[in-house]
């Protein structure tokens, strides 16, 4: 894999495809850098080389022009304390001062460009775009994982430009890295926690695991669709109505590959969609009408938590309830206790992006299990054995 080893960066200008695509506040403060804190390695290499960095990321998903609630500039009095330099911004990423900063950039010097999105020549892979960006830097390095299933602009098409100067992050070669010990060498137990609302966003890779783990936990909202599919009660409980017959197939299919298939035998019910809802624990095939589960139950915690002690590697994709509400996070919760635990006793365990990082930093344990993958759609999509546009473009 060419990562940015390969090269000295001593006077070269990297243009880095970061993903800086943080969460911010009503005061524009970051809420979680874990994405930023995942690229800085590779920023501190090519300064510490003696090369200038100029960085490229798309901030949340702006119209089509610019907006100041998705302005990178909210990042930059961050970024100057996190590289104890000062960040030069420029407020536009193509065009005359976007050029004259970058001309001028010296070595150990970081210039910042304004969101990529704020042209929809971004997402629509804009050959002309790419080519704008590419004019501005020696050599470019993709560190942006989270968007490398996207064949954008800057994280996909704009990597011809550099025919032998294109390499990969370490926050790139880290993830690709985790992933594939996942797909490939995983000790066994191997165990796959599946969550989060919908069966249908995750059918593909849970297809793929069926071929590669001993158990298979189904929590969160997507279980339901489960519990229908086997003529249980759901009540008002998300339920995907056209994926019934899916579910019952994947039933059938783990049977027939021996694979452990566990799923919740209680939940915790609500009479509303709200943290001050009333609630009840209730058997999961026999939910009253008009209530909803919207956590696993104590009895689904207890056989859950119990096949992740067991396991020597884990995997983990979405919540097993509405984590963002305090009332229905206690499933969540214990889950992410256990694969800590497992983890301790020296289990592999990766947590795959998106809801399931949120409620791993939410809990505090980010540092308390093997890998954070900063990739949602991105991860799923590597695992599921598609070639990511991002990482096409370096390897081509
Ligand atoms: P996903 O993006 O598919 O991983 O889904 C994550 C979202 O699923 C989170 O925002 C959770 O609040 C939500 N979720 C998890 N369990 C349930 C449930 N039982 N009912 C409704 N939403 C849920």
Redesign the pocket.
């Known amino acids: 894999m060419k990562t940015i080893d390969f090269l000295n960066f001593s006077g070269k200008k990297a243009l880095i495809r970061v993903d800086f695509n943080v969460p911010l506040d009503d005061k524009y403060s970051i809420t979680d850098d874990n994405r930023i804190q995942g690229a800085m390695p590779t920023i501190e290499k090519i300064l510490k080389d003696g090369g200038a960095v100029i960085l490229i990321s798309h901030l949340g998903r702006p119209k089509g022009g610019s907006e100041e609630k998705f302005s990178l500039k909210h990042l930059v009095d961050y970024l100057s304390l996190q590289l104890n330099r000062p960040i030069q911004f420029a407020d536009d990423c193509i065009g005359k001062d976007a050029i004259s900063k970058a001309k001028n950039l010296k070595n150990g010097e970081v210039l910042l460009l304004e969101n990529l999105r704020f042209y929809k020549e971004e997402e629509k892979g804009d050959q002309a775009f790419a080519e704008k960006l590419a004019g501005l830097g020696d050599v470019y390095v993709n560190d942006a994982f989270g968007t490398a299933h996207r064949a954008h602009a800057s994280t996909s098409v704009i990597a011809q430009f550099f025919p032998e100067a294109k390499y990969f992050g370490y926050l790139m070669a880290g993830e690709l890295k985790n992933a594939e010990k996942i797909l490939n060498h995983a000790q066994k137990p191997f165990t796959a926690i599946m969550?989060?609302?919908?069966v249908s966003?995750?059918i593909e890779l849970i297809e793929k695991l069926l071929n590669k783990v001993d158990n298979l936990i189904i929590?969160?909202?997507?279980?339901?669709t489960f519990a229908k599919a086997q003529g249980g009660k759901i009540g008002k409980?998300?339920v995907e109505e056209d994926k019934l017959d899916l579910a019952k197939s994947l039933i059938e299919k783990a049977a027939k590959k021996n694979v452990k298939l566990i799923l919740p035998v209680d939940?915790i019910i609500a009479d509303a969609?709200s943290n001050d809802a009333k609630t009840e624990v209730s058997p999961n095939k026999s939910i009253k009408d008009s209530w909803?589960?919207?956590?696993?139950g104590p009895e689904s915690i207890k056989a859950f938590t119990d096949v992740i002690a067991d396991s020597k590697t884990i995997l983990w994709?979405?919540?097993?309830?509405?984590?963002?509400?305090e009332t229905?996070e206690k499933g969540?919760k214990a889950v992410a206790e256990a694969v800590v635990k497992a983890t301790k006793n020296g289990a592999f365990s990766l947590i795959?992006g998106?809801?399931?990082a949120a409620a791993v930093a939410k809990f505090g344990f980010n540092d308390d299990v093997s890998y954070v993958s900063t990739g949602?759609g991105a991860l799923l999509e590597y695992m599921e054995g598609k070639e990511l546009p991002g990482v096409k473009a370096i390897n081509d």
Not at 219 to 224: Q, S
Not at 292 to 296: A, N, R, W
């Open positions: 969550g989060g609302a919908k966003d995750k929590g969160g909202g997507m279980a339901y409980s998300l939940s969609f909803m589960g919207l956590d696993i994709n979405g919540p097993m309830g509405v984590f963002e509400m229905f969540t795959g998106g809801d399931s949602g």
